[in-house]
């Protein structure tokens, strides 16, 4: 399939945005020029329009979509012990549902990828090769005294990563839950299958206070320095929130090369602490990547709401006006991401992946100029503003249609869940 996208303003690997014209062939970007002159099968014409990197979701638990508003305004513990309770009964069937609804409202956002930490997460590639979307599958490690999977959590990952390894939209990987759902030999096996067959690694980490206490009580250290002692850090590591850690902790992240996953609408919701120190993570050398976390927690997957609130909070908390602009967020969700998930994207760039969004930004956005096209896209736009979403060079979305997907059918479909859920939470 070719594709070309004319006369948009597309934002530049050097924050210079630039009306050009952008072609694509098979599933890389083959031109950009001012005018590219060959024929295409879709021609789609982006005057007024921002054309951006496809955005990358770093942080999901997709197959919870379906759940969302059942678990609202719960303290964390809370959260956590209904949240385990609702894995206990849940089918095959009712995560593929769950998980196929997330993606769609993904791909409306404008998301070309995302990683996910779930069991069962062949029922969620299973939606991911019915989409088209590109993804990143973490298995959930959890101690089998804890697990409510089938079977041995470790023996699970590691049969997943063998069925999926070399799927060109898939890549599986292990996803160890958290320290505190985890013991110290499932953290390090984890790490070890990680080793084993080249794939990053995710985990929740210092998501809240009693996380860290307990820890401490237990370990006499905090939890980035215990892992450290494991050897479980990295440049194949990706932590989730890294909310409560210190100067120490993000040192030892940053040497390590260590990405973070920040998820600020979710983190707020859930009362997590006010934000996460991304400057400092920043300056030593972490690499930060942007998440909304499951829809039944931050009841968006909108990562453009979520771009915009990473950089409002640290501003307003630090009293500084001028940290985090638009260009160095825009890098959180596009470009940062591909230096954990090791593949030539992220970038509009010729030879690249064609993974695609683009923004409206012509209907309400005005005016939009090449010169503030970025601080349209963080300041003033949000996920509904997306008019296309294109991945590995297939059109996805596209003003209002779903090029793979039943809407109504899965509408209906995931209704039936979500009241069966209802009522199991009220039995």
Request: charged share 25%.
């Amino acid at each position: 399939m070719q594709i070309l996208l004319k006369g948009g303003i597309l934002l530049t690997e050097g924050h210079s945005p630039k009306k050009m014209d952008l072609f694509i062939d098979g599933n890389i970007i083959s031109e950009i020029s001012a005018k590219v002159r060959v024929e295409a099968d879709y021609v789609i014409n982006c005057e007024g329009r921002i054309v951006s990197p496809g955005f990358v979701n770093m942080h999901n638990h997709v197959a919870m979509t379906n759940m969302r508003t059942l678990l609202d305004d719960m303290q964390f513990s809370k959260f956590l012990e209904t949240g385990f309770k609702l894995d206990s009964v849940r089918t095959e069937d009712e995560i593929y549902y769950g998980s196929k609804l997330g993606i769609a409202e993904m791909l409306r956002k404008g998301t070309t990828t995302f990683l996910d930490m779930y069991y069962s997460e062949d029922a969620v590639a299973k939606a991911v090769q019915e989409t088209g979307i590109r993804s990143y599958l973490g298995w959930s490690i959890v101690n089998k005294n804890m697990t409510t999977q089938k079977g041995d959590p470790l023996k699970n990952a590691e049969q997943f990563i063998s069925r999926f390894r070399g799927n060109d939209l898939i890549t599986p990987l292990p996803a160890p839950h958290g320290i505190y759902s985890c013991e110290r030999d499932d953290l390090i096996a984890s790490k070890e299958l990680a080793d084993r067959y080249d794939v990053p690694y995710t985990i929740h980490l210092s998501e809240s206070r009693r996380e860290v206490y307990d820890l401490v009580k237990k370990e006499k250290k905090r939890p980035v320095e215990y892992l450290e002692g494991l050897g479980f850090l990295s440049e194949r590591m990706i932590a989730a929130h890294a909310i409560y850690v210190t100067l120490n902790e993000i040192k030892m992240m940053g040497r390590a090369g260590v990405t973070v996953v920040n998820n600020p609408v979710s983190n707020m919701k859930l009362a997590n602490g006010n934000f996460v120190p991304v400057i400092e993570m920043i300056q030593n050398g972490v690499n930060l990547t942007l998440g909304t976390d499951s829809a039944a927690t931050s009841n968006s997957l909108d990562m453009m709401e979520n771009a915009k609130l990473s950089s409002l909070l640290q501003k307003n908390y630090r009293e500084e006006g001028t940290i985090l602009p638009p260009s160095q967020v825009i890098d959180f969700m596009t470009k940062n991401p591909w230096k954990v998930l090791r593949r030539d994207a992220g970038i509009l760039k010729e030879g690249f992946l064609a993974d695609v969004t683009v923004i409206g930004g012509n209907v309400t956005q005005i005016p939009l100029r090449q010169e503030n096209a970025e601080n349209i896209l963080i300041y003033s736009s949000n996920g509904n503003d997306v008019e296309h979403t294109i991945v590995n060079g297939e059109l996805l979305y596209s003003q209002g249609n779903y090029l793979r997907l039943n809407m109504e059918e899965l509408r209906k479909k995931n209704e039936e869940i979500f009241d069966h859920y209802r009522s199991f939470m009220n039995s």
